[in-house]
């Protein structure tokens, strides 16, 4: 089965760019998505289709993905961007949705 | 507004069987496109894609549960259900409905959320 490995964690300092990683096989051969998860709050699509992003996502947020890995790059990292990320993307053969285990952003 | 809004017991018995219901809002089950997901997450743990209904009516689920899930949806009245036989300890979870956004090849992103119901299984 499709899988999508992240880091658990990544530490930034406020103002610095964070970059998030995702990979899979192949993984550039399909849309990546992005969430952004508060605690306790439900996942917000952060981006789509590898690089758009939805209304009300600051421009801040962008992303890529080519060969295996898609990445999420959030530059100007402010306070509020402190949450988990998890990436996922489509098993188009089957199809079922897959999720990566999620990466942990500490702004400190 | 588009909403989705998760149903359910909170306390579910070892073995017993859960039926979840997702009712949507600001948009039809019945429009051609249309496409939602049923997704978990246990405390501390990663997302997990369970089952999606199409407005056609057709069904994927995840491999791992495909026999033990069911997704259904009621136009009606605008409702996805979804049921999980043989309920264990290891199902605890917050359980979430999301809607798929619209793409022409069927595999868009999760654009819309609800705001989870949590499932507590206990032997």
């Known amino acids: 089965s499709y899988e999508l490995t992240q880091p658990p964690s990544l530490s930034v300092s406020p103002g610095q760019t964070a970059r998030i990683t995702c990979s899979g096989d192949n993984l550039g051969d399909r849309f990546a998505s992005w969430y952004q998860q508060r605690p306790g709050q439900s996942p917000v699509l952060v981006l789509y289709?590898?690089?758009k992003r939805p209304s009300g996502i600051p421009e801040r947020f962008s992303g890529s993905n080519s060969g295996n890995t898609a990445t999420l790059t959030i530059s100007g990292t402010q306070a509020m961007d402190e949450a988990d990320y998890y990436c996922?993307?489509?098993?188009?053969?089957?199809?079922?949705?897959?999720f990566g285990g999620g990466t942990k952003l500490t702004v400190l | 507004q588009v909403t989705l809004k998760e149903s359910g017991p909170a306390l579910v018995r070892h073995t017993q069987t859960l039926t979840l219901t997702c009712t949507l809002s600001?948009?039809?089950?019945?429009?051609?496109?249309?496409?939602v997901s049923w997704i978990r997450q246990s405390p501390g743990k990663a997302l997990e894609w369970l089952a999606r209904?199409?407005?056609?009516?057709?069904?994927f689920y995840s491999a791992s549960l495909r026999t033990r899930l069911t997704i259904s949806k009621d136009t009606s009245k605008n409702q996805v259900v979804l049921t999980m036989t043989n309920m264990d300890p290891v199902d605890t979870a917050t359980y979430y409905c999301?809607?798929?956004?619209?793409?022409?090849?069927?595999?868009?992103?999760?654009?819309?959320w609800g705001q989870g119901t949590l499932v507590t299984v206990f032997s």
């Open positions: 999301a809607r798929i956004l619209y793409d022409s090849s069927g595999f868009g992103a999760f654009d819309i």
């Open positions: 996922q993307a489509w098993d188009t053969g089957t199809p079922r949705a897959v």
């Open positions: 600001g948009f039809s089950l019945s429009t051609s496109g249309v496409r």
């Open positions: 209904i199409d407005w056609d009516d057709d069904k």
């Open positions: 289709q590898d690089d």
